[in-house]
């Protein structure tokens, strides 16, 4: 696996790779003396995309091995990548960094015996965003199946999950592309929460973990998928390398974060549906990027059948879930629980006469009432 360092130091032209190259191929051989030099591993990174269209298979796939082996570990990790950044993994990392602090900022720390991440009460979470099963089946916030993804814990569980992100994560946006990196990110989000509901519909639950499993999941997808492709080019055949040294850590990557699933408000169910999601999704995806045509029709039938099944199936099987009431109010449900424990995160008059919302002052005064605004009146 490289790291980071090794990403942004290579040397590998990312904006020459095409998928035909030049019309010629270049034959010019330098002296064994300069095979280290700076300008060698420009060239080396410029044949890697010559045509060979005039060679047989076998001819082509014998030369484009001893090309391969002209490259250093270096460029190998990096020369089948699509594109040199990964912003939408990055700036996922960034929003994450940030909502944290702020929910700490707004609605307090919890103590270690409530919240032993260091962070802020269960109330807090909730009001962000956390998946609340009663609040999306009974009310209809389906927006809690996404936003749990920029929420976390608390610091311990936020940096976990950080880490693993801006690793795996942004490497597999810079292999896959931005678009495919997006599909499976969201739709795996969506998956775990979804899957979450039905097996835990009486806690709420966040963090990024799930959509996290969810890029597990697809490239474990794209090694099954692509498995039987031999590569032709040298950007081929560095993909197929990579792919074969990464089925390690993807099964490692699995069960560290699977682990993690025991920690407060983190649900083992919301990474393994993000898992079973990123897979499906991750079968569809690279199946357009076989050429074996049969291949394509294939994987591209089992992808989409298994999107329909799980999907379709999950989210029946959530509406039907039965919830309970005491969830609406997160604050007085872990009151039960704890003794001492402090609303700081609620919607009181204050905040809403500040910030100029009469009609949410009267919301608030006639809940105080034992009803609604009208009814205070009365």
Known sequence: MESPKQQSTSQTNYSSWNDTGPATKHSYAPPSSLSNSPSRSKRR??????????????????????????????????????????PLSTAFVVVQVIILPLMMWQCGVAPLEINPMIGPYPD???????KNAVLIIDDGELYRLITPIFLHAGLIHLAGNVLVQIDSGNRWEKEWGSLIWIIVYIGSAIGSSVLSVIAMPDQISVGSSGSIMGLFGAKFAEIIVLMCEQGT???ELAAQHSRKEQACHVIFGIIIVMAMSFIP???????LGGLVAGFAIGIVCFSFTMRNKFGTVFWLGVGVASCFVLYSTFIAIMFTTETDDEMRDVCAYYQQFFEGYECKCQLDEDWAANYNYAWLANYYNGQEGGGGADDGEG
């Open 124 to 130: 807090a979470l909730n009001y962000w965003g956390a």
């Open 233 to 235: 080019t040298v950007r």
């Open 45 to 86: 990174a410029a044949e890697a995309t010559e045509d060979y269209s005039l060679e047989t298979d076998e001819e082509r796939t014998h030369d484009q091995h001893e090309d391969i082996d002209d490259f250093d570990d270096e460029e190998l990790a990096t020369v089948h990548h699509k594109q040199r950044y990964a």
């Open 265 to 271: 408000y983190v649900d083992w169910a919301a990474h």
